[in-house]
């Protein structure tokens, strides 16, 4: 099979739609677009692409290995005989499921990306902006795309060929693209099935009711059936960015400072257990609950009925509350 890789070929067409949105802004005067953080956004985003030189033929080749080290198995199941050949093959339904595995790959590396702190230090750039535009969706990780492909590595195994696999996740990339806009209303029926601007926009959203929801990709039917949805039609003001951002529009401080907040609690921890839980354990943990998950503070409202003020400031809680909006700024767009 013949690769074709587009992703370069859409670059263009992605700053073409950044512009229209820019002018749009400008124009309509709905301070979408902050300079620094846009700069930021580009800066973080060509060392992504320079980054993704090395691991996407690093990813095609480890692809390609485990395609080729299962051949046996495939061969042994009688693939032969089933499909003309010792995999799948490129059949329109072969591809249908290459791109709904592909798609279940990226809900569960995108879940565990934001419920395992060493992962979310990792995946946090992507988060970090507190602006929500077709610029931000290229806050990409640098260091994400090392360990991203390891989710996928089951499909080239039963046969679905590796330039495939690389493909649908390229095609996932350029939808996502999509989902980072504040114009798109809700989509109604399409909403059941497929994730929308308006459904991402609560992934991208630090309220508390909207943390870890909305993994998927492509597809939101995903945290449907994991129980991660939010129609996210409960009318509060939606903040974007993170609890405890990097202060910074430096994009290698946005790109490493939590692995550095990271390495500061494991140098403090006392015992071998909590340095262990800092860097597996869910962001936000700490063995004095001075900082807490997700869960503890679900489980907190669930006890106290609500957090009190002082609990709110610690634990970096938004609720929709018109008084913690980040004000605007003469420099913005």
């Not at 199941?77 to 329109?92: E, I, K, R, V």
């Not at 308006?198 to 909207?210: C, D, E, G, M, W």
Request: with cysteine.
């Amino acid at each position: 099979m013949k690769e074709v890789y587009f992703i370069p070929y859409f670059i263009p067409a992605a700053i073409i739609i950044i512009t229209i949105e820019v002018i749009m802004s400008i124009r309509e005067k709905k301070h979408s677009y902050y300079w620094k953080d846009s700069a930021a956004s580009a800066g973080v985003g060509t060392g992504a692409v320079l980054v993704q030189i090395i691991t996407k033929a690093g990813t095609l080749a480890v692809f390609t290995f485990i395609f080729e080290l299962f051949k046996p198995m495939r061969e042994a199941l009688n693939y032969t005989s089933l499909f003309g050949q010792n995999w799948l093959g490129a059949s329109w339904w072969v591809w249908a499921l290459c791109i709904l595995g592909d798609d279940l790959n990226f809900y569960w590396h995108h879940r565990f990306a934001h419920t395992v702190r060493i992962l979310w230090a990792a995946h946090i750039p992507h988060h970090s902006s507190e602006y929500f535009n077709f610029g931000t969706s290229f806050r990409n990780s640098w260091t994400i795309f090392f360990i991203k492909p390891i989710y996928w590595l089951w499909m080239p195994a039963i046969g679905f060929h590796p330039v495939m696999v690389f493909m649908a996740m390229s095609i996932n990339s350029v939808y996502q693209f999509t989902l980072h806009s504040l114009v798109v209303p809700h989509l109604g029926w399409f909403e059941k099935i497929f994730n929308t601007p308006q459904l991402h926009q609560i992934h991208h959203s630090k309220n508390f009711a909207y943390m870890d929801k909305n993994f998927g990709g492509i597809f939101i039917f995903w945290d449907k059936l994991f129980g991660t949805f939010h129609n996210g039609r409960d009318g509060q003001e939606r903040h974007f960015g993170v609890t405890k951002p990097p202060e910074s529009f430096n994009p290698v401080v946005i790109i490493t400072h939590e692995f550095v907040n990271i390495y500061n609690d494991v140098r403090k921890a006392k015992s071998l257990s909590d340095k262990l839980n800092y860097i597996f354990g869910a962001p936000g943990w700490s063995p004095d609950k001075s900082t807490l998950t997700v869960k503890e503070m679900t489980q907190l409202i669930r006890e106290q009925g609500e957090l009190t003020e002082k609990q709110k400031e610690v634990f970096g809680y938004i609720e929709g509350n018109p008084d913690m909006k980040k004000q605007l700024v003469a420099e913005e767009v």
